[in-house]
């Protein structure tokens, strides 16, 4: 039986949903291994009354396509990292989302981009940080997981390799959309900053808030090996050079051989708090279920220190957690069944 | 009482050698709280036949003017976090060791230094990554961390914001030294690499083996509070960008109200492991001793998963622990009386 757990708006009130998908894999062989596959796309302030009907129907549909791509390749007995590559890659292409096509802009105009990906069986991981030029963020990450000894590579090194190791290359004006561009000026115009394209003065300004729209998933394949990867535009205003949670192993992104999760929100909160390893290790040394390990660290640490934000949760046994102490948080599963469950405000499943 | 734990050169004979520190505080005050500084200089194959007396010498005292220079403003009542970044800096500037002023050359035959500092009170962070123009990473760290919003800054970006933040800068020139260069030198040799100056090519080449001589610090302040810091130049021979672990909090650094650790070694495995958090996790959540929790992560996680290096780690009680899985580690600790003690070898206490 595999547990879903989610989060409703009020944090406090966190109730737990179970959901036996006993029935839904009634016409599976007795023999067939679950798989199962989670996503993310970004926790925040996601109401019904900030949100137009087109707007909704444009995100559960990207989410509903994404859980989809992914449920295609571990259905044929795909890997579970393959599922996580190409399940991102969808939600990188799209506008809708803070990663790739969609990243938001640095303080200085510019779009720096964040992922990593990490295989739950091996604990190998690979990550870039501030890349400008790569088209899927989440594809280099794991080319420097598979063909370097590094883990993490940054900035104009990590545009070279992943140029080097063949990826799609793109001009930064590919990052462009008006509506990241607004929301950079807005932030400025707040700030009493000159509009850009000037380069931003380096002052200490306030951070934008939490991002919106990170996108993260998890993989449980048909070998019954877990894999994550997570991957960011950062966040708006941010300073020239900032790397958030989400290229750092253990804070935005962790995996192990009975857990994996894959974090949204604050980033300095979660890379303070190592949000994605404390889930698991919490669930491995405290004997916490996950939807247990995920409401400590997102109502509890999380909560308490003043951050932000959510994380999505998936262990051996094909459980299923997805925690946020936001009003919303774009975010999916699917299992065997193939039938994608997308999600968006804090009181629903 | 504050047991001091290291590791003999053969892991399986680990044993634990406890001393009791009521003697030597005999003549404090029954109200002074303790204070506690430890160190290390790198960890690696540090053996007796490959040192030279006087080599040795000079590592010694450095290490000793180290725990001196943080042991005085922990004496004067000073702040954890002060004494962290005071003792690093003197191991920055010196060019035995592989931070700031020795730091090592990456594949391009440039110095990128990383660096990172957490407050175990307040769980605040600070962190640079890949910068060449700061003569103290140390302290960039810490500028990150209490100057801005953001945990990590990378590149160029890390670089201008050191210089805006006041910090002493120097050419890149500075991090030459004949000893590090003849060592990539070296390096690309055996790789089949023509000479620099010419940039280097980027194809996949073996890493050089474990930094030796990455520093840390961590503090146990008279007010009871912990801090742990980082510096380094990485990897001889890395590739152009690369992130080693410590300017990740979480894997080459960490503090909480507990409990501070600091590593060095490979740091791609310190990574993957989240070694400096997977100590302080294990004695928070499997209530094990300092030392178990240490012995676990580096004789059991670290060296099971093949990867070689040690760790520093400091309680609140004022308990030290020095483990590596190495020949050696440049390493010391220096207590309320202020006698530094310092050890190089693994038949050292």
Redesign the interface.
Known sequence: MTTISTTPRRPGAAALLTIALTAACAGQAAEAPPTVLVIHGGAGTITRTEMTAEREAAYRAKLTEALETGHQILAAGGAGLDAVEATIRVMEDSPLFNAGKGAVFTAAGRNELDASI?DGAS???GAV??VTTVKNPISAARAVME????????????D??AA?AGLETVEPGYFFTQRRWDALQKRRTGDGLEPLPAPAA?A?T??AGPAYGTVGALALDAKGQLAAGTSTGGMTN???????DSP????GT?ADQRCATSGTGE??YF????VA??VC??LA??ELSLAEAADQVIHGALSK?GGTGGVIALDAGGNVAMRFNTEGMYRGWIGTDGVAHVSIYGDEE
Chains 1, 2 share one sequence.
Do not use: N
């Open positions: 990490m604990g190998k991981a940080a501030g063909k370097t000894w590094h883990v993490l590579l940054a900035a104009d090194g990590a070279a390799f080097q380096a200490r306030s951070p941010k300073r020239y050079g900032r790397v958030g750092i192993i253990g804070a962790w980033g300095e890379i303070r708090l190592g390893r404390d290790a919490r040394y405290l220190a």
